[in-house]
């Protein structure tokens, strides 16, 4: 099956809430529908021929720190895997970090689990770009629901106001 690509602003049926306001003010976005059941990157990139190392995840993790949970994005190649431990934990000075509950991600993205994207989350996440993620031409990415897909250039990923470029991995 074939991806139809079209302009992000041109589909808000196919984005999240947060997404769609998003997308608004960023270039070079596009969605593609999907079937919502290979919405799980191999599952996706097996059936519509997207390689793994033109996916890319977004990790949402719990940073904690003296009873303060603080939550941050983190983009990486679906080959890659994010050193959460330290790298991550590290980086926002906290004692100690973790993936972040799903029930925990979704009520605080707006977002469906298996979509969660680093467009349109809440304004204070910095979003931890790793390098290869924002050298990257284009990668594809959730768009806050299961049905779609977005294609993003890295740049752009880069360029968002918390971002924040580093290597993720261990």
């Known amino acids: 099956m074939t991806l139809q ?5 041109g589909r808000p049926d196919l984005l999240a809430g947060p997404v769609t306001r998003a997308v608004a003010d960023l270039e070079g976005v596009e969605v ?9 990157t191999a599952a996706f990139c097996e059936r519509y021929g997207v390689s793994l190392d033109e996916s890319a995840n977004c990790v949402v993790v719990a940073a904690k720190r003296g009873g303060e949970t603080r939550y941050a994005a983190c983009m990486v190649l679906a080959t890659m895997r994010v050193d959460v431990n330290g790298v991550v934990r590290r980086h926002l000075d906290a004692r100690k970090t973790s993936f972040a509950p799903m029930a925990d991600a979704v009520e605080r993205t707006g977002m469906e689990y298996g979509g969660i994207t680093p467009l349109g989350l809440p304004e204070e996440w910095p979003v931890l770009v790793d390098t290869r993620v924002a050298e990257h031409p284009r990668v594809v990415i959730g768009s806050g629901v299961r049905r779609s897909k977005l294609a993003v250039p890295g740049a752009t990923l880069a360029g968002l106001k918390k971002a924040e470029v580093l290597s993720l991995a261990g």
């Open 5 to 9: 690509w079209v302009p992000a602003t």
């Open 32 to 40: 593609a529908e999907i079937d919502p059941e290979l919405a799980d």
